[in-house]
């Protein structure tokens, strides 16, 4: 089965700076999604950023962008110049390229402190 | 505006007493599916529906139901919550197949059971 590891509950960043959020992942396919997610305050989920597996480029949205290692079965997420917005939590999820369902880590709590 | 929509965004209940989570998509999604969000657990599936009178159980199926007799609609039935059952449930929709863009998420039902 596949399993997805968050092993920062809690990460905390200066406004501006650079925080990287740690994703591992356990899986025996070749052809998958990963995501990540963030929920702020409000509780919405909202689509960050998102890598197809067969893609060895990183995928970049703005500020946010990605570390995919598809040996080591890592996904990072780096954010660059952090805002208070960004403060939410981060959740890492991965879709098999023959399934339907998204598997979610446990989440990583961002504050981003003025 | 494409959407998930969910009610109700709270719900305070008493034991044994039936509740229904409604939930409608107006994106013409086959795929929906409902998450249930536990601290340090992240978000694990309750239920999926991949079309129209097709339903299956995900990984935390005891103690709901769900139906799909419209394409828009996918609603959770507690037939008889528990303290257990607290938690924040979300539902998500799909196009269909393995999405390499993710699901759409509902804005949540925070929901209390005492």
């Known amino acids: 089965a596949q399993t997805v590891t968050q092993s920062q509950p809690e990460m905390s960043v200066q406004e501006a700076e650079t925080v990287t959020l740690s994703c591992t992942y356990d899986t025996s396919e070749n052809n998958y999604y990963l995501f990540w997610y963030k929920q702020p305050p409000s509780r919405q989920m909202i689509l960050v950023i998102r890598?197809?597996?067969?893609?060895?480029q990183n995928a970049t949205e703005n500020r946010f962008s990605v570390n995919f290692q598809k040996a080591a079965k890592s996904f990072s997420l780096k954010i660059s110049d952090s805002q208070l917005g960004d403060t939410a939590m981060y959740f890492c999820a991965f879709l098999r390229g023959s399934s339907y369902k998204l598997i979610f880590g446990s989440g990583t709590r961002l504050l981003v402190r003025p | 505006e494409a959407q998930v929509t969910q009610n109700p965004r709270y719900l305070i209940t008493v034991t044994g007493k039936k509740l229904t989570v409604t939930c409608s998509q107006n994106?013409?999604?086959?795929?929906m599916s409902w998450y249930r969000q536990d601290p340090g657990l992240g978000l694990r599936q309750i239920y999926y529906s991949m079309n129209v009178e097709v339903t299956d159980k995900g990984d935390v199926p005891e103690g709901y139901k769900v139906s799909r007799k419209e394409k828009r609609n996918f609603p959770l039935i507690l037939e008889s919550p528990s303290p257990n059952q607290t938690s924040l449930y979300f539902c998500a929709s799909s196009l269909g197949g393995a999405n390499p863009y993710g699901y759409t998420f509902g804005s949540g039902t925070r929901l209390t059971v005492v």
């Open positions: 890598q197809e597996a067969y893609k060895q």
């Open positions: 994106m013409n999604h086959e795929y």
